[in-house]
């Protein structure tokens, strides 16, 4: 398969591997070495790092400053951006900017509503939807040109990835629109945390039957619970998240002191059964502030060493 | 319609304390049908505020009127010669009628007694919901006659988010996820493979990103 980019996840999964990805949320100030330090957590058992784009709509240091710093230390950062903070200017802008810096990889996203951060009276943008962000990029990757029409000088050679979730509704929607973000350009997909994997497996199945696993490589989101209160708290408040009751009750069954255990067990198993099916293109491990157990994830998993590419 | 809802009566005090002789003026449309600015609230909120200053034992006029419009010239004319007798006029009319007021009378303070919220409908009675933010360019032909630009809180031209959750919106159980209303309704039209065709960016420049907005009909100007 020909590549489009120098990105290292577009030659793992081109390459046929299973591709690992992981996240680092930027912090709440001016320093690097809170990146730095996450990023040498993961850096051995990931092809790449999502830096997530002012997450929950809390104000952080931005995204692109975070997956500079990623490519400076030598690895492969994958720029999250929302169409929530940006107009089309500044996300053309954004996308030069980061492939002057290396940065070979996006994630297209709406972004969450800015009422769930800490600047709920702040005004959105949403110029673009998340959809129409994928265009853009690979407009100005493949044609050379800006939305304006204008040439670009050296168009950004950038991996295009977008998000699925399988468990937001309508149900019957989420595969149409996974075709739909693929005909936009998705090159990639990255889901939702995947907890009901019945529901995922189901998902994944319509999309084969439509064919859209031969068209884009999708990576299947996990989390790992740390106690049964977090698994309580994302089946009941967070938005287009499916948590399963059997999930819930294995986690409270568990002493407390064992549970975070039991959530790494729960997350491993669900890697593994996923591993198996067909469709599936590897994972994006999204161990939200305990990035520490990435490494014990994705070995659990038998996804260590990770595959050298060119 | 323009649905508007009354300013909390402590700000209204705020802005209207210092006068000696106010004008409540009210509208009889839009802001009648939602009940924040016709003849009826005109006379509630010229009551209380009576109450209100008569407590604190100060004098004030205060008097009431309500216009057929505040939109239109004709209808305004009609207190050419009261005007400027008042320190104020508070007017309860949406903002357009509360600008068009005080640009016709240079000289008078002309207060807004009520914040205008969008256009809607009235569901129920007390019961207004936002249907269009007029940006110009209507999109409901492609989304089965319903808005995503003002019911989407994302105003996502192809939804849903990933935040869709049980026909509701991530911002709140008690907003319906448009995109749900949208494919609900392409399902029950049978138009549900124009679902796939992606909405292209679109053109804001006829909304409140391209400036001040106006339309002009040359036919019937004179």
Redesign the interface.
Known sequence: MSLNTESKLEKILKAGHLAVTSECGPPRGTSLDKIEEKANLIKDCVDAINVTDNQTSVTRMCSLAACIKIKLMGLEPVLQMV??DRN?IAMQSDILGAAAFGVNNMLCL????Q?FGDCATGQ?V???????LV??VRHMRDEGKF?GGGDIAGPPKIFVGA???PF???F??RV??L??KI??GAEFIQT?CIYNVEKFEKWLEIARDRGLTEKVFILAGVTPMKSAGMARYMKNRV??MDVPDEIVKRLSDTPKEKQADEGIKICIETMQRLKEVKGVAGFHVMAIEWEEKVPELVEGAGLYPRPEVD | MIVASPKPMEEIIDTVKDCKKLLILGCNECVTVCEAGGKKEVGVLASALRMYFAKQGRQIQIDERTLERQCDHEYLEEIRDIADTYDAILSLACGVGVQFTAEKYLATVVLPGVNTCFLGATEERGLWTERCQACGACVLAKTGGICPVSRC???????????????KC??SKEVD?A??LI??RLTALGK?DE??Q????KD?STDRAGGPRKVVKEDVQS
């Open positions: 169409t929530r089309r709406s972004g969450d509503h009422s959105n949403h110029d673009l939807d998340s959809m129409q265009q853009t939305l998000a699925a979730n937001a509704d309508p019957e929607v149409p629109r075709a739909k005909a936009a939702q938005p287009g | 809180a994302k105003r996502v031209l192809n939804g849903p988010c990933g935040g869709s959750t049980n026909g991530e911002i996820c995109w749900q494919v609900d549900m679902y796939e992606i909405a292209p960016l804001w």
